[in-house]
């Protein structure tokens, strides 16, 4: 290299130079991270530029920054200085660094203030605009360097020292290179994080993957959570939830998503030079037919894979809702030569099977790199609506793979006897109050004469019968009923009311009373997890500790029926079935966790607990009044509802798992709940 070569030193005195003088003009860097920890032993180069005729020849300077991050050169002239880094080295360790909570890289830094109250300059960077040239990551097909760590107007310009910045040091805070990653736990038991994440996720799914798209599922998991400035956000019919995440090294960020439409025509992707590839796809025309309207998309990254279908978005997956007629699980290839059943006992819902098997056929290769997938990555599916019903069946194709299913408002989709084949599958079933579809397809028998005598129509017919409560008590006996697996996740809006006897008082001889009861104002709904409740009972068995309150088994089964739905009134609402209607509860039952976790310095997140409180205080003070199965039912509620705090333990366990919760918190907002 040309010029002189300096051996990095921390004082001016002690600079070694070739010519064994003193230089007249000195600079110095320190290399810190977003902790302010130093960054040690990195290559760096320093080349000296005239404004008018460039880059001075034999000033260029090179050495490796000390155990504290510094960097200092002694020179002859006082002309502009640009800083270098080497790209693959930086990129490799500052993969390994942790970013700050607070992601405002001006305002929320916690270097600036220590360097400038010093008197240094300070300097805030990313990857590309320390770099020289680009460093040699390992790109995806189609994927360019990300602009977040590589700005287009700023990259491979390095740092640049001017003339009346010499003789000083210059604190450069690099940002990591890190991306976003869902924070999501493959367990048994219930955690919040999964609820809020795979319900981002399975929302995500109503989108189109156009790029173009700024809502687009591509746009989030690649452009989104490549974007270090702000937290990924979702966005649906006006609204805009933060998604809870960590940051991970840039080489485990999410692989391109891939999107799949029975609806659309495709044509087969060929390799090129791939003769056989070439014969496969001429010989599997029919699968880029359009087929129907199903859609789902899986992403993954360095040890997860997320698949999410979509729920009922047309008219054509209205007509699969409707058409439910129980069919044995047979899915056969295209020549029905070859059929392969899904559960050796039970049937399942038909509109549902047929959408699902539609991607099955037409979608062969991406199912079955899919699958290849995970057979060493962690398994998560979700879905809302339908796309929870071909979630459930989907998880039962891939149950070999232990995967954790999250569902959203989801049909029954499969018979009594086919849930019972089910029953090693982790999956917890969120219902919204009075959220309608849960409570279809009827808990009955719907293979039965009505399908005799009306053929392909029966299936509408016995949707509308079935909803009547007669027919559907009728239809129970008749043998293997519609029923729901899983573990329910409810929001109850619980509410109380006084009764009191008023008697007629007419003299001498008072006449007959009648028992009176009003509603009292306030109601609460609450976010009730039942499965935390048994868990909670078998640790206290083991440690011979007495549940707190009366909470029983018998309890739990007649408020939450196993293969049903709690009790949720009558008053039917549709709007309660959109996810808009689900997520405000999550979002905010998470940001009042971690309150209640000490996270945060002052209490802020108080809107659905406030909501609680006040029903608590009601019930306290009209406890005589309110009839006993009333109060009684309420206190369980209660009691599971405190009991949600331990779902959010296995993200505080997780390695700056409280920064994650911290900066959660930061950025939310409470949304307002429809009590």
């Not at 087969?268 to 087929?291: H, I, L, M, Y």
């Amino acid at each position: 290299m040309a010029g002189s070569s300096l051996v990095t030193s921390v004082t001016h005195t002690e600079a070694k130079v070739t010519a064994g003088k003193q230089k007249p003009y000195w600079v110095e860097f320190q290399l810190v991270d977003e902790q302010n920890e130093p960054v040690a032993n990195m290559p760096w180069t320093m080349e000296s530029a005239h404004p008018v005729s460039g880059p001075v020849e034999g000033f260029t300077y090179s050495g490796q920054s000390d155990a504290d991050g510094l960097i200092r050169v002694d020179m002859p002239h006082g002309l502009e200085l640009r800083l270098t880094l080497d790209g693959n080295q930086l990129a490799t360790e500052m993969e390994k660094r942790a970013l700050r909570v607070s992601r405002d890289a001006e305002n929320d830094s916690v270097v600036r203030p220590g360097a400038e109250e010093k008197g240094y300059i300070w300097h805030y960077a990313v990857l590309g605009e320390l770099c020289h040239q680009k460093p040699d990551l390992q790109l995806r097909e189609g994927e360019e360097l990300p602009l977040f760590h590589f700005p287009n107007s700023s990259s491979f310009q390095g740092v640049k020292v001017r003339t009346n910045e010499l003789e000083k040091r210059h604190v450069i805070e690099i940002c990591p290179f890190r991306a976003w990653e869902l924070v999501l736990h493959h367990q048994k038991e219930y955690s919040i994080a999964n609820g809020i994440n795979l319900g981002a996720a399975a929302t995500l799914a109503y989108a189109d993957d156009s790029t173009l798209d700024t809502l687009s599922i591509t746009r989030f998991f690649i452009n989104q959570c490549q974007d270090l400035s702000r937290l990924p956000q979702l966005y649906k019919d006006g609204s805009a939830w933060n998604t809870l995440v960590q940051d991970v090294p840039f080489s485990e960020r999410y692989y391109p998503p891939v999107f799949m439409d029975t609806s659309r025509e495709t044509s087969p992707k060929v390799a090129k030079n791939n003769s056989q590839a070439t014969a496969q796809a001429e010989g599997n025309t029919a699968a880029t037919k359009a087929d129907g309207d199903t859609q789902l998309y899986y992403v993954y990254n360095a040890n997860k894979v997320i698949v999410a279908w979509r729920g009922t978005a047309s008219l054509f997956d209205v007509g699969t809702d409707l058409a439910f007629r129980p069919v044995n699980s047979q899915l056969c290839d295209i020549d029905k030569t070859q059929c392969t059943s899904l559960l050796p006992a039970g049937k399942v819902h038909t509109g549902f099977w047929s959408g699902y098997s539609r991607v099955e056929k037409k979608f062969k290769n991406e199912i079955k790199i899919l699958r290849a997938l995970v057979e060493n990555k962690e398994l998560f599916i979700c879905g809302h609506s339908l796309g929870g019903a071909l979630a459930l069946i989907h998880a039962a194709k891939l149950k070999g793979y232990i995967p954790l299913l999250y569902t959203y408002g989801m049909p029954r989709t499969f018979t009594r006897d086919a849930v019972m084949q089910l029953s090693e599958i982790t999956h917890f079933r969120h219902i919204n109050d009075n959220d309608p579809i849960p409570a279809v397809p009827a808990e009955a028998n719907l293979d039965n004469e009505l399908y005799k005598l009306w053929g392909w129509f029966g299936g509408t017919l016995g949707f509308f019968w079935s909803l009547g409560e007669l027919l559907a008590y009728q239809l129970k006996s008749w043998g293997d009923c519609f029923w729901h697996h899983g573990n329910t996740v409810a929001f109850l809006t619980a509410s109380q009311s006084r009764e009191w006897n008023e008697c007629k008082r007419d003299l001498p001889t008072p006449a007959g009373c009648i028992t009176i009861r009003n509603p009292l104002p306030l109601k609460a709904k609450l976010y009730l997890v039942p499965a935390l409740a048994e868990q909670e009972m078998q640790q206290a068995g083991q440690k011979q500790k007495e549940f707190k309150a009366s909470l029983t088994q018998s309890d739990l089964k007649d408020f939450f029926p196993k293969g049903s739905n709690p009790d949720r009134g009558v008053n039917v609402n549709i709007f309660e079935h959109f996810m808009t209607s689900y997520m405000p509860y999550m979002y905010n039952k998470v940001l009042e966790l971690i309150d209640n976790a000490g996270i945060v310095e002052k209490r802020t997140f108080t809107e659905h607990m406030y909501n609680v409180d006040l029903f608590r205080e009601q019930m306290t003070e009209n406890k005589n009044d309110i009839p006993s199965d009333e109060l009684s039912r309420n206190e369980i509620f209660l009691n599971i509802e405190g009991l949600l705090g331990v779902s959010l333990t296995p993200t505080l366990s997780m390695p700056y798992g409280n920064d994650t919760l911290l900066r959660f918190a930061q950025y939310g907002e409470e949304v307002m709940e429809n009590v």
